[in-house]
């Protein structure tokens, strides 16, 4: 079993629309969880942790679910700049390495 | 300005020759990380170092080997071993009091 498991997309979505997804982790110790964006041919930035509160930025909202082990990304009112790809990150405590969802891919249509 | 470098942007050789791909940082970090990330696909990790003079195989270290010398520099050898060397690979960095990693540009290796 994969350690983080991400819904690939593509996602196509029109302007201002709201747009969830969700990606499972199989470690149950898991300590932090994150949220990454990727553009095209760059490299990943980070777009927001995620913790046990859930938290919001802006249009941005994530969410963690330690009992069902998954983390959901909320996207409302999509921009033609949130195209990319988003990336569920997981880190199951300093000193181990961090694993990474294949991630899912978004478009947004004018 | 703080951050990670890697040079080149991007790289050709020929198959049968080794490469080494530059990833320096001026975080003060004391965790560096090597990624490849193949089209379509998640990143996978090569080896990681999470101390000077240590370091750490990934899942795919095969056909490639890295030092840790210095803090600040993290070089990776692509060997002639590595069957299919041509991908995006990507180094990162941890802090200590930090969980988050911070990735470098990226290099795009093609082998032929």
């Known amino acids: 079993r994969k350690e983080v498991e991400q819904d690939p997309g593509p996602f196509n979505v029109p302007e201002g629309a709201t747009v969830a997804f969700n990606c499972t982790y199989s470690?149950?110790?898991?300590?932090?969880f994150f949220w990454y964006r990727q553009d095209c041919r760059k490299e990943p930035k980070l777009l927001m942790s995620?913790?046990?509160s859930g938290n919001e930025d802006g249009r941005f909202t994530a969410q963690l679910n330690r009992a069902s082990q998954y983390i959901s990304l909320l996207i409302r009112d999509s921009k033609l700049s949130d195209s990319a790809t988003y990336l569920c990150?997981?880190?199951?405590?300093?000193?181990?390495?961090?694993?990474f969802g294949t991630g899912t891919s978004l478009t947004v249509i004018p | 300005d703080g951050g990670i470098t890697q040079s080149p942007k991007y790289l050709f050789r020929k198959e049968g020759q080794n490469v080494t791909l530059s990833c320096e940082q001026n975080?003060?970090?004391?965790?560096m990380y090597w990624y490849r990330q193949d089209p379509g696909q998640g990143l996978r990790l090569i080896y990681y170092s999470q101390i000077v003079n240590d370091f750490q195989k990934g899942d795919i270290a095969e056909g490639y080997s890295v030092s840790r010398e210095k803090k600040e520099s993290f070089p990776l050898t692509v060997t002639s071993a590595q069957k299919n060397p041509t991908a995006f690979y990507l180094c990162?960095?941890?802090?200590?009091?930090?969980?988050?990693?911070?990735f470098g540009p990226g290099t795009r290796l093609t082998v032929t």
């Open positions: 975080l003060n970090h004391d965790a």
């Open positions: 990162a960095s941890t802090g200590h009091n930090d969980y988050e990693q911070y």
């Open positions: 990150v997981v880190n199951p405590g300093r000193g181990n390495q961090f694993y």
């Open positions: 995620v913790y046990s």
């Open positions: 470690n149950s110790a898991s300590q932090s």
